[in-house]
């Protein structure tokens, strides 16, 4: 048996969404639990972990270029690389072919299983043996119900509700690195949102890759935000991602009415053209999302809309781009995550529609939609000034600790100087808006001299 106190320095790297953000929380708890140290610095590590994200070929090029990196440290002493999550579970056999320098691949419903994993891998390296695992099981129960992350400290917490997608949306690859959807027992995460607001933190974030669509008995998802953002010390809840397709009123109105529920819905269109929406199999029409849109806005004109788009998905013409541009400045959202059609394997789209769209429209047509989501963005930062508005503190300014960082309701970025006001991270304070950027907000605090 590898004795783990020599060897047991982990260093774990994470690529992509919250989710993955928040898996990794989990690792470090369970190998925590299993008696493995953890280290920032990965010169100093026995094992190096990669969790990792398969939703754009962006993702998967920059795990390729680490793991090219990590060849040069095991060459030179015992080491234990490991792949975990999304790209884990898409590529498998695949990925180990290619990248000799991998001991374990490990899938998101198999990360109970890497502490023996890499115990054993750690073994055999010792042993001179040529061993390597892949834990790459989908499970349609696994939701690590009495597992609790390991979160850094600090003013937001994300918990998650749900794990897996059900929807086979033909561009996306989650169903199959993530498999079936599956709900939390609603009263392990209240405990968990308890002991949060006890320890401190302030803000929590309820994930799940398709959110809304949590379900566990009679709790459906309008119900579970309701309780947590009941429970007492949680300042603000916000939620991500949903689909359009599951807001039923009650959802709507918890929204729109609770005053610790943020007046924020990430609302994913990827597409404003209804050939190409069906062929995505959203489910919904362009028609359809304008209602709810509006739905949204008549119970309160206060909540800010974000959302995600596709640009060149299979056979997407000019003109049905140009769908999407409009309803991009009709809806005039607060702001918008672009992106260029990728081909993942696997997907529906992979195996029934040709990736036709010439590389440099996607790009033409990416850059026309920043520009116009800067344009709108700006537009919505410019109807706060002259308003005092809410600012939960988050810390220091990336570029001055000499300022103040905060996000306001509807999530948009705040700076403003430290001042003589009593201000603390976790804070709500109330923030005077005098001047704007596409990205943020600047202001004085009021209560300062
Ligand atoms: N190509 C480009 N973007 C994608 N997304 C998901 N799959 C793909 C893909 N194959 C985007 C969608 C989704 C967001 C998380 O990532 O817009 O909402
Ligand atoms: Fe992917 Fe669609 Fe599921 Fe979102 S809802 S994770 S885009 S399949």
Redesign the pocket.
């Known amino acids: 048996m590898t004795d783990l106190s020599t060897r047991n320095r982990v260093h774990i790297e994470t690529f992509g969404c919250q989710m993955n953000v928040y898996d990794t929380e989990l690792v470090r708890a369970l190998l925590g639990k299993a008696g493995f140290t953890f280290t920032e610095d990965r010169e100093q590590a026995d094992v190096i972990l990669m969790n990792t994200c398969a939703i754009r070929e962006h993702a998967h090029d920059r795990v390729y270029g680490h793991l090219a990196e990590l060849k040069a440290i095991k060459r030179a002493r015992p080491l234990v690389v490991g792949v975990l999550g999304c790209m884990a579970q898409n590529l498998k056999k695949d990925l180990m072919d290619a990248e000799p320098v991998v001991d374990l691949l490990v899938g998101p419903d198999a990360y109970r299983r890497l502490p023996d994993l890499i115990v054993e891998a750690a073994a055999a390296q010792d042993a001179g043996l040529a061993q390597r695992s892949m834990a790459v099981d989908l499970s349609e129960y696994e939701t690590y119900e009495d597992i609790l992350p390991e979160r850094t400290h600090g003013v937001n917490a994300w918990v998650a509700v749900m794990r897996g997608?059900d929807?086979?949306?033909t561009f996306?690859v989650?169903?199959y690195t993530r498999g079936r959807e599956r709900s939390r027992d609603p009263h392990g995460v209240l405990d968990e949102v308890k002991a949060l607001a006890a320890q401190g933190h302030r803000q929590v974030t309820l994930l799940g890759?398709?959110v809304n669509s949590y379900r566990h008995e009679q709790w459906d998802f309008a119900r579970l935000l309701t309780a947590v953002a009941d429970i007492p010390g949680v300042a603000r809840v916000r939620f991500t991602?949903p689909?359009p397709k599951d807001f039923p009123p009650a959802l709507l109105d918890a929204v729109a009415t609770h005053p610790r529920v943020c007046k924020h819905i990430h609302l994913?269109l990827q597409s404003g053209n209804d050939r190409i929406l069906d062929l995505m199999d959203r489910t919904y029409s362009r028609k359809d999302y304008l209602l709810l849109v509006d739905e949204i806005r008549r119970r309160n004109p206060a909540i800010a809309l974000s959302t995600d788009i596709i640009c060149g998905f299979c056979g997407e013409s000019e003109t049905e781009f140009q769908d999407t541009y409009r309803m991009i400045e009709e809806v005039g959202y607060h702001s918008a995550f672009i992106f260029k059609y990728s081909e993942r394997k696997q997907t529906i789209a992979a195996r029934k529609y040709p990736d036709d769209v010439p590389e440099p429209a996607k790009v033409d047509r990416v850059n026309r939609l920043i520009e116009l989501q800067r344009s709108i963005s700006l537009r919505r930062n410019r109807e706060m000034l002259g308003c005092t508005t809410d600012v939960l503190v988050e810390g220091d300014a990336k570029k001055s600790a000499g300022q103040w960082m905060g996000k306001t309701d509807a999530n948009v970025t705040v700076i403003w100087e430290k001042g003589d006001s009593p201000t603390q991270p976790g804070d709500v304070v109330p923030i005077a808006i005098t001047r704007v950027s596409v990205t943020a907000l600047f202001g004085h605090d009021v209560r300062s001299s």
């Open positions: 997608c929807n086979f949306c996306c989650v169903p890759q398709n991602s689909h994913p």
